[in-house]
């Protein structure tokens, strides 16, 4: 059966919230509980999106993307936020499609740019994103702002 990518829909949020439960176990962190009103803002296209690989009824995998406004990017670029791949379908290139996908899906609306970040548990996917031309650019710092 041939793998589709498309957009998530409002049908597909449990199963998405699943896949983050995934990525948690995978990588080790804690991040917030997802929330409703950020996966619907997804839906809309505006801030960001998800692009799901769906083999048959089922999803396995996704990848999320927020597009974010810079002055120094004359307007916006792209963050690949999240990006899962289900362990039982894993070397079927998913993660490749949806990345692709992703990247079309910036140019396609304007972006100047997409980044991402990885985690210390994460740092062995470096060569993978590499083959799809990311390079490594600076080092990031963060502060928490939650409670």
Known sequence: MAIELRNAVAEDEIRCIELLSELRSATGSNPRQPSQKSFQQLLTKERGEIVLAVEGAEILGMATVSYNLAMR????????????????????????LLVQRAIDNARSRGCAEMGLYLLETTEHNRPFYAKYGFEVI?????RNLAG
């Open 138 to 142: 600076g080092t990031e710092m963060r």
């Open 73 to 96: 990017y004359g307007g916006e670029y792209c963050q690949l936020e999240e990006l899962i791949v289900m362990p039982a379908a894993r070397g079927k290139n998913i993660g490749g």
